[in-house]
């Protein structure tokens, strides 16, 4: 259903337009204790010298990254690391088996790697990485929600990984210092030009976001 978080009540009259933005991949960097329960990851990361694992997240609501409590991947794919030499150093990227060309190809990479590991993405579950912008912990959860067509094989998501969650839907609003911010970071692969509909509330005019059960 539709769900209104300005109203805090499901959406009934919807309205909706398509609109120009920009969608971005960004890194979410593994936490200690997931490469503790990855080991196969953090084998690889050893081995080929580099500085940290990531799965790159393709979202378009830049403007609510600060909202972000998790992510979700989807449960019947398979995923791959791959190495990714970057100006700050050689970094592992986490994405989906089946777009792994776009999420490589984000980072500037013209020729596709061989993967260092494919592995189901039962290994995925539970694990907590770091929000790019406040670095708080988010944990991965399964979702067959999550588009297979487009992106890296993951989402964000705000709410709690147990019971119901939001998708962060698409946003017309981007914040300049933000992307100033993640880019000084290195968390930001790339930005991207998107267009894409923007469903908004009948009764108050936000912009309506879907709720999944």
Not at 59 to 75: C, E, K, N, R, S
Request: charged fraction near 20%; include cysteine; aromatic fraction near 8%.
């Amino acid at each position: 259903m539709n769900w209104c978080p300005t109203c805090r009540k499901s959406a009934s009259a919807v309205t909706s337009e398509t609109v120009r933005s920009s969608a971005f991949y960004l890194k979410f960097d593994f936490s200690r204790e997931a490469l503790k329960i990855f080991p196969e990851v953090a084998a690889i990361m050893k081995t080929e010298g580099a500085y940290k694992v990531s799965a790159v997240v393709w979202m378009t609501p830049l403007d609510t990254l600060v909202q972000v409590t998790g992510l979700a991947f989807h449960p019947s794919a398979m995923y791959v690391a791959v190495k990714a030499p970057t100006l700050e150093g050689t970094e592992i990227w986490i994405g989906a088996l089946k777009l792994q060309e776009n999420f490589e190809r984000a980072g500037g990479s013209e020729k596709i790697s061989r993967p260092l590991l494919t592995f189901s993405s039962g290994k995925l579950e539970g694990l907590q990485l770091k929000n790019p912008l406040t670095s708080e912990l988010v944990t991965l959860v399964k979702s067959d929600q999550v588009p297979l067509e487009q992106g890296s094989g993951f989402v964000s998501f705000a709410g709690d990984a147990t019971g119901s969650w939001m998708q962060l839907g698409p946003s017309t609003t981007e914040s300049a210092e933000v992307l100033e911010e993640l880019r000084d970071s290195g968390k930001l692969v790339q930005q991207t030009p998107l267009e894409q509909k923007v469903f908004r509330c009948g009764t108050c005019q936000n912009q309506t976001v879907l709720r999944f059960t």
